[in-house]
């Protein structure tokens, strides 16, 4: 037998059909499908029981109640808690993707100082202990006594109180929340009503909404239950009415939009107050003082040329506002991430006190201050701006907490200055952020998911609340909670605190409530509110509109920053699935995007899409031009919340060289009250 | 060579192709050798062989509990179904060494002492893009474990775990028989067997939409 080439095309012609009478192709195919259907690579959580925990979210101080399901020992999806008072099932965006927080790599593993060799920022670190730390920690403090600082979002609740012991045992009154809209709220209510009071709204019950800026859908109060008022006013058909400068989502989406020259949302509230006396539709007494200034210089012709709103609209809205029978006014630019002068404040408050709807249903209450913490032993309060803006140099020590004051407040390189003369810093911050990066040390918290923490007082409820996060995972690193590590630190100073841990601390505080307190996660109490005096009395020294900075002759544009519900403005920044969200008129690609009218792009020869560099007395940044109708001719509108520089390694890309942080061109504009009232800054343009 | 030696030549040679020789041969070599590699060394090729971390008696722990199956594999306050037990049941009884048997004692000793969760290999586990809900089926349906698991609470040992190099998933899935043939309901769970037996007990309305069987009823 010869073999030839016809043999070897014989044998694999046999070996093929041999191969297709055999279930190896058909096997293969289907295995392989069902491999591609689940790449080995895709995390699937692990199987196993599954249950749910719920706690409160404190990524934004809107208190929303969470449901966060767990398979045995992971969180595998964070949901709105059904029935919680104040976002009953609903969650945001931010809220949603919380467990990219915790298991993400942006956290603080172990604590850390910075290195001897290294300067501040530079990214230089040493692991080094617990013991080490806080005892380091302790001796400084020691050292700086009364020279030391303290900087927190909040000064309500157990964990502030306890940096407020410790700063009261050195002798020191400088404790400093960050500002916003509440310094304005509070400040207000108590000249008015006369006791410490937060501002909170009845927002379900109102029939009619004149809102003077608030950013209703671009997180407002508790972002959460404010959405769900919004739903709840189109469908009962309450008019929603918006003044601002700028067409926000809630300017877009409310029933009437009145575009008001910036900063003049004062002037406008006391021309409608004007009407509202003159025409006697007021159903409640002011005081005469307030009575007076209004009637004389508020006229509606006046303040039609001051906010450009004209007179017939002015009176329009003031006689719907009062043929309405439970109108609201509100105020707190976009989220209220910022302070608001307090003649603002003010003058909204007349309008709602005008209509009798003081600490009534569909009202403005003033929801008296939680006082539940009775050992504390306080007497600190000091302010950002004496602190970290003024000339005063002689700060030893700043413990910064729950805050970002290098990213969030206003003019970065002010405060850089004002961090640079203080010789220690502690973070104490879960997260690389900008001011944990340029700390001394940093004492990681847990994150807001493994932690115990009273969180009183949503924003903007109208009724006394607290609510209880608690942990929902055991700790993935070795963090220590702050309040533990304070106490800690307190001790070893010998300051007089009654408890050995965080937890006892917090069981002790609510003493009998406690078990109730665990079962429910939330706390009310009832409160009788006093009967309103009407008293109002506006600072006259600053009855003007806020004088913002820079030269109108070499700044010839206003720089206003706007908050985006899809941009947190957290100390943290974003994570992943909230930045893969954002408009690309916001974030193009890597570049932020300035809201221009076409009208003032023209004159600037700068089209749609085009590079400029926008300059103000505070910083420049390159920006993309967005042209857009809804923002008024000289004035440019620029997102705030972008711009976060991440410290950890590997960079990573969802945040990192994302736009520029609004912060770093804008300033401050003081009002007489103490308040940074800056709604802008001067600012130029040119093409880049 | 001559003329005529070359055409006997030829001859010859065309005899033996007439007759059948090569080609054909070597086609039947071809086939058998596919054959044989595809039923006999693919299959087991494919399969990887591990050990279960110790032997498991079913059978002697049936005659030991009251409620059947159910007792170790139970369903949760919520519905969902535990599926293999953890230490936590086991600890009930095997606290301390009970018997006599070797395995016993590595259970007690290497896991139940050291708190250890044992790394059983599971050999009825779906691929991660199944939905599938034991309550539906036993609670609802009625249905009968051995249905789809077959008489395994009577086997006295565990048999080695057939792990599918290609996809990481139980050989049991697509059941022994390499070619898919199967003689009882539990030899194969393939989708096309849950589809067998939907279409069998007329199960249309499993998606609440539709009111048909649907693709995302098992495919969430
Ligand atoms: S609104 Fe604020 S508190 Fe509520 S879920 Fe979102 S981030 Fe959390």
Redesign the interface.
């Known amino acids: 037998?010869?073999?030839?080439r016809?043999?070897?095309?014989?044998?694999?012609?046999?070996?093929?059909?041999?191969?297709a009478?055999?279930?190896?192709p058909?096997?293969?195919t289907?295995?392989?499908s069902?491999?591609t259907?689940?790449w080995?690579w895709t995390p699937?959580p692990e199987?196993g029981?599954?249950?749910y925990v719920n706690s409160v979210c404190t990524l934004c101080p809107g208190g929303c109640g969470i449901s966060v399901r767990k398979v045995e020992d992971r969180a595998v999806k964070i949901e709105g808690q059904k029935g919680h008072p104040v976002s009953n099932g609903g969650i945001c965006l931010l809220g949603l993707s919380g467990l990219q927080l915790l298991y993400g790599p942006y956290r603080v593993k172990y604590p850390m100082k910075r290195r001897e060799d290294a300067k501040r920022g530079q990214g230089k670190w040493q692991k080094i202990s617990w013991d080490e730390a806080m005892s380091e920690v302790a001796k400084k403090l020691g050292d700086a006594k009364d020279k030391t600082a303290c900087i927190m979002d909040s000064d309500k609740g157990t964990v502030p109180q306890l940096f407020k012991t410790l700063l009261t045992g050195l002798g020191s009154p400088n404790f400093m929340r960050t500002p916003s809209v509440e310094d304005s709220f509070e400040l207000a209510l108590l000249k008015t009503c006369g006791y410490p009071a937060s501002a909170g709204f009845d927002l379900e019950n109102a029939d009619f909404v004149l809102s003077f800026g608030a950013g209703l859908l671009e997180g407002w109060g508790a972002p959460v239950r404010t959405f769900k008022a919004n739903s709840l006013w189109k469908d009962k058909k309450v008019p929603v009415i918006q003044i601002e400068p700028r067409l926000s989502n809630t300017a877009a989406k409310s029933d009437k939009w009145i575009p008001v020259n910036p900063g003049t949302e004062s002037e406008l509230a006391l021309g409608i107050a004007h009407v509202l006396i003159k025409e006697g539709l007021a159903k409640a007494e002011v005081s005469d003082s307030f009575k007076k200034i209004v009637s004389e210089g508020y006229a509606p012709d006046t303040v039609a040329r001051i906010t450009g709103v004209e007179a017939g609209v002015i009176v329009g809205l003031a006689k719907s506002f009062a043929a309405a029978s439970k109108p609201l006014a509100l105020c707190g630019r976009g989220k209220g991430a910022t302070p608001i002068s307090l003649n603002e404040t003010l003058a909204v408050y007349a309008l709602n006190a005008l209509m009798g709807n003081i600490n009534q249903e569909g009202g403005l209450f003033a929801v008296p201050q939680p006082d539940y913490i009775k050992w504390a032993k306080t007497n600190s309060n000091a302010s950002v701006s004496k602190l970290l803006y003024g000339k005063d140099a002689s700060l030893k020590a700043l413990l910064v907490a729950n805050a970002n004051p290098l990213y969030s407040l206003p003019d970065t390189q002010a405060v850089k200055t004002a961090l640079d003369k203080i010789p220690f810093i502690v973070s104490f911050s879960s997260y690389m952020d900008e001011t944990a990066q340029y700390a001394d040390i940093i004492l990681p918290n847990h994150c807001y998911l493994e932690r115990y923490e009273d969180v009183p007082a949503p924003a903007g409820y109208h009724k006394p609340l607290i609510g209880l996060s608690r942990p929902v995972v055991k700790p993935q690193f070795n963090t220590k909670h702050t309040g533990d590590v304070v106490i800690a630190i307190a001790k070893a100073m010998g300051a007089e605190l009654p408890y050995d841990s965080y937890e006892t601390c917090l069981k002790e505080t609510f003493g009998d409530t406690w078990e109730a307190f665990q079962k429910d996660g939330v706390l009310t109490a009832d409160f009788t509110p006093p009967a309103p005096s009407g008293k109002i009395e506006l600072n006259e020294t600053s009855l003007k509109p806020v004088a913002l900075e820079g030269e109108s002759s070499a700044f010839p544009l206003v720089l206003v920053p706007f908050d985006s519900m899809r941009l947190s403005g957290s100390s943290i920044g974003e994570p992943p699935f909230v930045i893969k969200t954002v408009d690309d008129t916001i974030l193009f690609k890597n570049d932020i995007c300035i809201e221009i009218n076409p009208k003032t792009a023209q004159s600037y020869n700068l089209s749609d899409g085009k590079y400029a560099r926008l300059t103000t007395p505070k910083g420049s940044a390159k920006v993309r031009v967005h042209l857009y109708e809804g923002i008024m001719p000289g004035v440019i509108a620029m997102p705030r919340g972008l711009g976060h520089t991440p410290g950890f390694t590997g960079n990573d890309k969802y945040l990192a060289g994302k736009g520029v942080n609004v912060n770093e061109l804008m300033g401050s504009a003081e009002c007489p009250d103490g308040l940074n009232a800056a709604y802008g800054i001067r600012a130029k343009l040119e093409r880049a | 060579m001559g003329t005529e030696e070359k055409q006997i030549k030829h001859a010859a040679?065309h005899a033996?192709e007439g007759a059948g020789?090569?080609?054909?041969?070597?086609?039947?070599?071809?086939?058998?050798?596919?054959?044989?590699?595809?039923?006999i060394a693919?299959?087991k090729a494919?399969y990887s062989q591990k050990q279960q971390p110790f032997d498991f008696s079913h059978s002697l722990h049936n005659g030991l509990v009251d409620n059947g199956c159910e007792s170790c594999h139970f369903f949760?306050e919520?519905g969902?179904y535990?599926?293999v037990p953890k230490l936590a049941q086991c600890i009930g009884c095997h606290e301390d060494v009970q018997g006599s048997t070797p395995e016993e004692k590595v259970f007690v000793e290497e896991y139940v002492k050291k708190g250890k969760e044992v790394p059983w290999l599971i050999y009825s586990r779906q691929?991660?893009?199944v939905f599938f809900s034991h309550a539906a089926h036993v609670k609802v349906a009625k249905m009968k474990c051995e249905e789809c698991h077959g008489p395994i609470g009577e086997s006295k040992n565990l048999k080695p775990y057939e792990q599918?190099r290609?996809?990481?998933?139980s050989r049991d899935i697509?059941g022994q028989n390499?070619?898919?043939i199967k003689t009882h309901t539990y030899d194969r769970m393939k989708m096309d067997d849950c589809a067998d037996c939907h279409k069998e007990r007329g199960v249309k309305a499993s998606s609440v939409q539709t009111e048909r069987d649907a693709c995302f009823v098992c495919h969430k």
């Open positions: 037998m010869k073999i030839d016809r043999s070897f095309l014989s044998l694999g012609v046999g070996f093929g059909a041999g191969i009478l055999s279930p190896l058909w096997k293969l289907d295995d392989s069902i491999w259907q689940m080995p699937v199987r029981e599954s249950r | 040679d033996a020789g090569g080609p054909i041969l070597f086609f039947i070599i071809g086939l058998a050798i596919a054959l044989g590699i595809g039923w693919f299959p494919l949760r919520d969902s535990a599926g691929p991660d893009c599918n290609i996809t990481g998933y697509w390499i070619a898919g």
